[in-house]
């Protein structure tokens, strides 16, 4: 069964103050791996999709990797507006629905 | 970036009536969405995936009589919750793949509440 588990829960950091989140993730084969946005009382925005082991993306102040295992999205020196909750999800399949973690809360104060 | 749109973006009703939510990828044909609900400080949960000129897929536990699913054409997909009951109260959020920009884009979500 696909699994994916994002650490930590929930995260506050200092404006300024650079994190990673983590996302580890099972799959019987990874088609791509994939990076939302969601704000509170919307729908998910994409981020970014990693393909194989190696891959990284940037948009801003953030940053996707990935390895065989986990994916990491690195922030850096944030602000407050990128404060949300950042899910990440695997997809087996073309065409096939994603599987989510449960996200990781983050806020930074100003 | 694609666009999916949803509509309405909330409702309220009363026990035992139906809803009826749409979704529409604006920009991009989709031959498949999916549907998906959320509840407060929880992940999406799969509830369905819709298939154009064919029938649902539901997952484990969701009912298909309850949530009805039509998708009526390449860019319209709808769910309706039949007899809605308290319970039913949540975030459902739909899903479409641009399989030209090869990922999935999200709809802004409805937020159902059933009184």
């Known amino acids: 069964e696909d699994q994916v588990t994002q650490s930590p829960e929930a995260l506050r950091l200092q404006e300024g103050e650079s994190s990673s989140l983590n996302c580890s993730y099972t799959v019987s084969g990874l088609r791509g791996l994939f990076w939302y946005r969601q704000d509170p009382g919307k729908g998910p925005e994409f981020l970014f999709t990693?393909?194989?082991a190696g891959e990284e993306k940037e948009k801003e102040r953030l940053k996707a990797t990935l390895t065989k295992k986990e994916s990491f999205l690195h922030i850096t020196a944030p602000k407050p507006e990128d404060s949300a909750t950042y899910l990440c999800a695997v997809q087996a399949q073309g065409n096939t629905p994603l599987v989510f973690g449960k996200g990781t809360r983050l806020s930074v104060i100003a | 970036g694609a666009v999916v749109s949803q509509h309405p973006s909330w409702v309220i009703c009363k026990s035992g009536t139906s809803v009826k939510i749409e979704c529409r990828s604006l920009?991009?044909?989709?031959?498949?969405m999916f549907w998906y609900r959320q509840f407060p400080k929880q992940s999406l949960m799969l509830m369905a995936t819709?298939?154009?000129?064919?029938?649902?897929?539901?997952e484990q536990g969701v009912e298909k009589d309850k949530f009805l699913i039509n998708h009526a054409s390449l860019t319209l997909s709808t769910l309706t919750v039949t007899s809605a009951h308290p319970e039913d109260s949540s975030f459902y959020i739909c899903s479409a793949p641009d399989q030209g920009l090869d990922t999935q884009y999200f709809g802004p979500g409805t937020r159902l509440t059933v009184l």
């Open positions: 990693l393909y194989s």
């Open positions: 819709s298939n154009e000129g064919s029938k649902a897929t539901y």
């Open positions: 920009d991009f044909q989709a031959t498949t």
